[in-house]
């Protein structure tokens, strides 16, 4: 039996990802444990989540003493065991490496109740080959929160081969819990938010690619033309070009169909460290402070005479 009773909330990786769904929970009133191998990392989360709460102060969607409570639910962790002791659930958001995803899910399968299910927040790895390392497959089912996690109402539910029925309706109540929407899927390569994302953000530099269009037209087309919050170059730049990148060769591994195979120019980008927001600089170039959405020099049109 699971525990259905979810107070005691342990979130593995304190990026991007990992701070925001720590806000999220701790915002609904569970008990937080964040665990993250460094403790600068983890202050410089904490750091981000009261960053972010102070936003929503500011709108008036959160009062400053409920920012303070929230903050308060939050601990934090380096050592695994400590982190998940007491948990009820577990929701894994490091790094997108399947070695490393499969190390973790090892250490927590010894380490965590036997009662706690296991969550990974992975955007394309296959969650039955997480579960698989496990000797608790029932209680493994992907969690897939949506950047940024406060803002996005969406959480992906993934079903991996075997994941439980009450687990997935346990899962499913307490997304609600957190004000999200929740979507259940099967465990297919890209569930289904990534198969359908990534084909056009690859779409879209296959088309910068052949020169149908400079970054700004093609962001602008589908921002303009469609209501898209973000330009598929924008929104590649935002997920990150490296993790574009492993998303699309997942799917091309997974279905073996030559639709999904990433464009030379992403690989090209990945390969020179062009990887989007994270490292300053993608289809746009980006100054710490400015909001201003600058196209990156290397697409300017080029005068060589
Ligand atoms: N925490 C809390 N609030 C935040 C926030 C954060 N991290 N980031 C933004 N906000 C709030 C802002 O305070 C603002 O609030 P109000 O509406 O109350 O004013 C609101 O969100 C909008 O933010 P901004 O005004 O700063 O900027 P914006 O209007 O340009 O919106 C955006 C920014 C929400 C990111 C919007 O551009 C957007 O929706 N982009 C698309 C995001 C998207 O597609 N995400 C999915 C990526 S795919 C993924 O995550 C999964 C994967 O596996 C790859």
Known sequence: MHNNTINNV?????????????????QAGFNVSMMDIRQDALDKAIATIAKNMDRQVQKGSLTEEAKQVSLARIATYTDMGEAVKNADLVVEAATENIDLKLNIFRQLDALAPASCILASNTSSISITKIASVTKRADKVIGMHFMNPVPVM?????????ATAAEVTSTIYKMAEQLGKVPCVANDYPGFVANRLLLPMINEAIISLQEGVAGVTEIDTIMKLGMAHPM??????????????LSILQVLH?????????PSALLVNMVQAGYLGVKSGEGFYKYTAGSKDLVVSPMFAKKEWN
């Open 153 to 161: 109402k969406l959480v992906e539910i993934i079903n991996g081969y």
């Open 231 to 244: 330009g598929p170059l924008q929104l590649a730049d935002f997920i990150g070009l490296d993790v574009c």
């Open 253 to 261: 591994s997974g279905f073996g169909n030559p639709k999904y195979a």
């Open 10 to 26: 342990t979130v593995i990786g304190s990026g991007t990802m990992g701070n925001g769904i720590c806000h999220v929970f701790a």
